[in-house]
Nanobody
């Protein structure tokens, strides 16, 4: 059974940094097509923050370009989201997602990020 477990969220002051991690169980990293970080703020729709493909192409939401960086460590079955220069509007629950080459998508439970002004 595939499980994704996020960590690294918390409370940080505006301008600060956090690094989110998402560890995948099983052998899913061997069959992933794309991985992404999403976020959902209260009263808002879930949005894609950053994604990385099997070929290491990355994509970022305009609101986080230049501040966030997505990366992966295959040896550790982990995808990261480095978040710098955080703003109060970055406050949300952040979740990781992995889509496999067989078109199955898996989600983590999410981790809360709160940025104070």
């Amino acid at each position: 059974q595939v499980q994704l477990v996020e960590s690294g969220g918390g409370l940080v002051q505006g301008g600060g940094s956090l690094r989110l991690s998402c560890v995948a169980s099983g052998t899913i990293f061997g069959t992933f097509a794309a991985m992404g970080w999403y976020r959902q703020a209260p009263g808002k729709q879930r949005e894609l923050v950053a994604s990385i493909t099997r070929g290491d192409s990355t994509n970022y939401a305009d609101s986080v370009k230049g501040r966030f960086t997505i990366s992966r460590d295959n040896a550790k079955n982990t995808v990261f989201l480095q978040m710098n220069s955080l703003k109060p509007e970055d406050t949300a629950v952040y979740s990781c997602s992995i889509r496999t080459i067989f078109s199955r998508t898996y989600w983590g439970q999410g981790t809360q990020v709160t940025v104070s002004s």
